[in-house]
């Protein structure tokens, strides 16, 4: 992936905020207005489930960080998915994507929710049909791409949507920015964050607070393996993508199965760091912290 220009059509993003770095998207589907504008469309458009019951955003709520509310979501027909919806924040600077990094890119991540049988339970053809039908798509792709509807053109205003859902105006992006300062609680919460002893951001790093890797925090053990999925490497069982923590007080429930409710709750979990596997990452170790720690610590992450 590289970041460049290919000059078409209005092009939406050329200057972001710090602290973000210049926005990445594949040299052979650069960002413009119409293209977004369709993808936006499709991700908001329940035409796109067999069943016409539910879009991408009845799972990925915009009030939420694009993510949801429960811990599984439901999916197509009713059915059960097995892991919690993330946030679709700031997803343009990811490596992989998925709890396991199953997938390399947003254009081929696009066709996993409308073919998976636990979500949107969709045939391609029987989406191309809908496309073809549609005066509105008609219209859509043709102000978007001088085209018919196609599947690869879908897919390509999709990801691009999706590259456009940038979070840097958070409390922490304005203090970065020296446009804000932090209370004395907040500040007490950022020490400890960043301090050798809790070393939260030795995973949760940089201005997107991921290290793009996978570990093993000690998760009670699931039928979900995590990495091991991908990789077929039993060093990998119950490792998981550290998640960015952009916006995290807007997605709760948290965890891969959405398993610890809110903040609070996953501070406590960290505090007592059970023994659950002798492959459980060194760093993730019982913290003592007192009460009004945590609350600091909730409090700054409140402030992503
Ligand atoms: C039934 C609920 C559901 C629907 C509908 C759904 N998603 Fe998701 N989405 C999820 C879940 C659950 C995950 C986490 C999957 C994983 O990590 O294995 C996910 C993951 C993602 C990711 C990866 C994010 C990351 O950080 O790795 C993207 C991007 C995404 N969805 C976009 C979409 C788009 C676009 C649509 C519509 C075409 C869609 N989703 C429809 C539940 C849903
Ligand atoms: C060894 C790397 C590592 C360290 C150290 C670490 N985390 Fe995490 N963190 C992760 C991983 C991996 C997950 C996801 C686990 C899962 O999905 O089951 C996670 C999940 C979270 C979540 C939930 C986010 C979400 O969207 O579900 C929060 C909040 C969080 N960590 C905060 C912290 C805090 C605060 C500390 C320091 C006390 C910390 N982390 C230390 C790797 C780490």
Redesign the pocket.
């Known amino acids: 992936m590289v970041s460049s220009c290919g000059k078409k059509k209005e092009e939406v993003i050329t200057q972001l905020n710090e602290p973000l770095p210049p926005l990445v998207f594949p040299i052979d589907n650069p960002i413009w207005k119409e293209k977004v504008e369709l993808g936006k469309a499709l991700f908001f458009d329940r035409l796109l489930s067999r069943d016409s019951t539910i879009s991408c955003s009845s799972c990925h709520f915009p009030q939420f960080a694009y993510s949801d509310t429960i811990p599984i979501s439901k999916g197509a027909h009713g059915r059960i998915g097995f892991r919690n919806a993330?946030?679709l924040f700031n997803l343009a600077w990811k490596p992989r994507l998925f709890?396991d990094g199953g997938v390399r890119n947003l254009e081929l991540q696009v066709l996993a929710p409308l073919l998976e049988p636990n979500e949107m339970d969709f045939g391609s053809e029987e989406l191309l049909n809908r496309l073809e039908k549609s005066d509105e798509y008609i219209s859509l792709f043709s102000k978007a791409f001088d085209s018919l509807p196609t599947l690869k053109l879908a897919v390509q205003a999709l990801a691009s949507f999706e590259r456009t859902l940038i979070y840097n105006e958070s409390k922490f992006d304005r203090f970065l920015r020296n446009e804000v300062i932090l209370l004395e609680e907040e500040l007490i919460g950022m020490r400890l964050?960043y301090s050798p002893e809790?070393?939260?951001s030795?995973?949760?790093k940089g201005v997107l607070f991921t290290d793009f890797q996978?570990?093993d925090?000690g998760?009670p053990p699931s039928e979900d393996v995590g990495r091991y999925r991908v990789s077929l490497d039993s060093l990998d069982k119950f490792k998981?993508?550290?998640?960015s923590?952009k916006a995290?007080s807007l997605?709760a429930p948290?965890?891969?199965?959405g398993s610890i409710k809110d903040?609070r709750a996953?501070?406590d979990w960290?505090n007592q760091a059970a023994e659950v596997r002798k492959t459980k990452?060194k760093?993730?170790r019982a913290?003592n912290l007192n009460s009004s720690e945590k609350d600091a610590?909730v409090a700054f992450?409140n402030c992503l």
């Open positions: 993330p946030a709890k964050f809790l070393a939260c030795s995973c949760h996978y570990h925090i998760m998981f993508e550290t998640p923590l995290v997605s948290y965890m891969h199965d903040l996953v501070v960290y990452d760093r993730i913290l610590l992450l």
